[in-house]
């Protein structure tokens, strides 16, 4: 899932020089959209801090990478330790709380700054940010995306043939996301898909279920 924000973070092992490729690359990256650069502290701990507004959604994934090809050419002792830690200072932006931070903090130097004329167009509504919440919440990553995309797919105005709170329904909706929309990876092997299915049933139905059909679930047959 893309957003059309990202509030960043760069701690290079060897600080940002000014005026460096890499501080110049940075910038401009944000100059071809729309967002600010700001630095803070001196010497070997000078960082860059900022937030980019994209016109079209853009998964974090992607943005990350944008900003790792610029160290990678920049600098010299670039490694995938670092590469973690600026990746770990990405955040959705979810309002103008970091934009507000940094173009008021005394001891910021802003280095580049154009922000749209209007910018809450480019954050996630209140619904997109429950969505985010309850991803980050999950205990099971897989279930809850195949859960996400039942919903969008599946949902109440689902125009399926059959019934979503059965097996067979759950086996239809894994076969379109594997062949027809092509959402999720192919499970190849018979087992492996009886299994998904299964466990994907009582993911989603579990709640409403009878206790025979729980212990079932659980016990061996």
């Known amino acids: 899932m893309g957003y059309r924000s990202y509030a960043f973070t ?82 959705i932006a979810y309002n103008d709380g970091w934009l507000l931070d940094y173009t008021n903090k005394p001891d910021s130097l802003m280095l580049y700054m154009e922000i749209p004329p209007d910018t809450q167009n480019y954050y996630p509504t209140e619904e997109e940010q429950n969505k985010v919440m309850s991803r980050a919440k999950a205990v099971d990553k897989q279930l809850h995306h195949l859960v996400e995309l039942w919903d969008i797919y599946y949902g109440p105005d ?20 594997m062949f027809v929309e092509k959402k999720i990876r192919v499970i190849k092997e018979k087992r492996k898909i009886s299994e998904m299915r299964s466990s994907l049933y009582h993911y989603i139905n579990g709640e409403g279920l009878k206790t025979t059909d729980k212990l079932k679930y659980m016990l061996p047959s």
């Open 10 to 91: 760069i701690r290079p092992l060897s600080g940002v020089t000014p005026d460096s490729d890499f501080e110049k690359g940075v910038i401009n990256m944000v100059r071809k959209y729309k967002g600010f650069v700001a630095a803070e502290m001196e010497d070997g701990n000078r960082h860059l801090h900022g937030q980019i507004f994209f016109e079209k959604p853009k998964r974090k994934h992607d943005f990350n990478e944008m900003m790792n090809t610029i160290a990678k050419r920049s600098l010299t002792d670039w490694c995938y330790d670092q590469q973690r830690v600026m990746y770990a200072g990405t955040e």
């Open 158 to 177: 689902h125009d399926k043939e059959l019934a979503p709170n059965s097996e067979q329904g759950i086996a239809l909706f894994l076969y379109d996301m």
